[in-house]
Every structure is written in structure tokens, then in C-alpha cells.
């Protein structure tokens, strides 16, 4: 089975077991909001990091797909391949 990379800043790695890339196994097109219930099933952690309570993505995360902004796509609903990489980028504030 083919699997859809994610990449995650170092920020969150501790929330995934000290990993910087996930696999989500996937053998056809799936949505960026299937590739993160995939992920979410095995980290609840960082789950709660990446969505809020009604499943959007925070404000803060910032969610790539080849390079492209989910939020200037489809979303959520934005639809990731096999082979294909998920970026995610957690934003950071100071003051």
C-alpha cells in the first residue's frame, strides 16, 4: 500500500513520538481532512493541536500540499494522492 507523507515541524514532533514525517496509508486520492483523522487516530495529541473542537483547522496551522495552502485550494476537502506530501506548519507568536 502506497502512503501520503506528512511532515511536521519540530515544534509538534514530540506530539507524534518524536517524528518529523508520518506515513498515512492510503491507496487512492483521500481528503487533507482523512489524511488528519488518519494521523489523529495514532496521535489524539496532535490532533487536538491541528483542529479545533467543530474539526477546523486552527488558525495558527498553516496546512500544504505540493507547496500549496489548503486554504487557497478546497480545505479540508482539498484531495491528496498517494506519493503525494501534506506540509504542516504551525505559526508562532512573541511578543
Do not use: C, H, K
Amino acid at each position: 500500500m502506497a502512503g501520503i507523507s506528512v511532515v511536521l515541524p519540530s515544534v509538534l514532533q514530540p506530539l507524534a513520538g518524536g517524528q518529523s514525517f508520518l506515513t498515512a496509508p492510503a491507496d487512492t486520492a483521500v481528503t487533507v481532512e482523512g489524511v488528519l483523522d488518519l494521523v489523529a487516530g495514532e496521535y489524539p495529541a496532535l490532533s487536538r493541536r491541528l483542529r479545533d473542537e467543530t474539526g477546523a483547522v486552527r488558525r495558527y496551522v498553516n496546512i500544504y500540499v505540493n507547496g500549496n495552502e489548503i486554504r487557497r485550494l478546497q480545505g479540508l476537502s482539498t484531495e491528496v494522492s498517494p506519493g503525494e506530501e501534506v506540509l504542516i506548519i504551525q505559526s508562532v507568536a512573541g511578543g
